[in-house]
């Protein structure tokens, strides 16, 4: 029987050598030159690349890219135990070639791209000698792609970009950026003449894009296949996500036992007040149930495809930032007004939870899709009651067990004992 919850000897071994890296390498490097990757100090940048190198070396780059799309094909469980070291450790997913936005940018570029463009954009990409942002949502609203309004209009040997876009996630200081348009999606580099870039937010640009214009190659994928593409890059960015949670999960829980073993109060060490012992064995058992599902939907979309299991990576979505909040909170609580700081990480992850139950749809948009999808699998009943009213099911009992009763008198006997003895004691 298939139904194994261990991990090969030999991946234990790459999961063993990516904890000891991050702990050893990647963690200090972040305290001391967060954001690395982008530093343009070229002694830094030599330091990066060297650590870069260790990853490459141990055949840990650009996970995420299946094999047929020149990555390593690890597969998403695979990739699942990995993100849930390399989510403890900001710096981490960058240095193993592996950061969002840029990952899903890839992804569609790898899966859609022609050879011109995966040589002129993936590979830089891959490279880090180029970053990318993903500019879909719009002012007027984002959780229903119906009212985007941005378009690409063909001119000649040129496609004329116009339209606003909020919220792209790093589009500041990315190099290329992929548009998505009503009617298709689009490279655009972001130093072409009409793209400005609002003032606010900081991060998550406000770009406006007047009469860019652009040549016919840098339509990405079919035209009007903008859906497709889209489903296709956030699907995996989800899971993905997901999956460094679990991490920021583990963090918190860490935390949260370590300070309830360390604080004394009321005669007693924290732990041992139930309420607290409580947060702590409700965090335990939530987090446990988001790592299983997680992975379980990792599991799922190696047997099968990310679009055959888009009802549990939109369950998965909003679980996360549920089990975030919560477990982020209760680790907040323990830490008294410590927590409240910005000298751990508690206070930033928390904050972080209502962004994730945003980031990559609201959760919301998510919860409908599962509800309707679930709901496929079920009809209305007839008539008053359900199908398990109780009286119903009685009814059929005695007919499934006719059968059985006409061979055995004395086991209907006994079953008509029965039931006038229950129906005696109900009056
Ligand atoms: C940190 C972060 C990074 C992001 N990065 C990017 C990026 O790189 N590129 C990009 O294009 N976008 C990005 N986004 C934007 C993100 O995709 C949108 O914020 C998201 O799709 C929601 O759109 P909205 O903000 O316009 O909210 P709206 O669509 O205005 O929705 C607001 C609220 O209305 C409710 N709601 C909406 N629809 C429904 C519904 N059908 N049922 C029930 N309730 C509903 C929900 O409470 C929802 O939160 C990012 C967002 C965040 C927070």
New binding site residues.
Partial sequence: MAWDFSTDPEFQEKLDWIQRFCEERVEPLHHIFPHAVRVPDPVVRAYVRDLQQDVKDQGLWALFLDEELGGPGLGQLKLGLVNEILGRYPAAPQLFGAAA?DTGNMEILAAYGTDEQKKRWLEPLLAQEMFS?????EPQ????PRLFKTVAVRDGDEWVINGS?W???AGRVADLLFVMCTNGIFIVPRKTPGVEIMPEPRN?NHIIYTDVRIPLDHLLGPEDGAHILAQRRLGGGRIHHAMRTIAQCTMAFDMMCERALSRQSHGAVISEHQMVQEKIAESYAKLKMLRLYVLETAWKMDQTSAQECRTDIAAVKFTMSRVLREISFDALQIHGALGTTDLTPLQDMYASAP?MG?????D??HK?TVARRVLRDYEPHEGDFPREFIPYKKEAAWKKMQPIFDVNPELAEAAQRWKEFREKRRR
């Fill in positions: 936005p942002a993903y500019s879909m949502t609203g984002g959780s229903d876009k919220f792209t996630s998550h962004t945003i980031a990559d749809g609201a919301e948009v409908s």
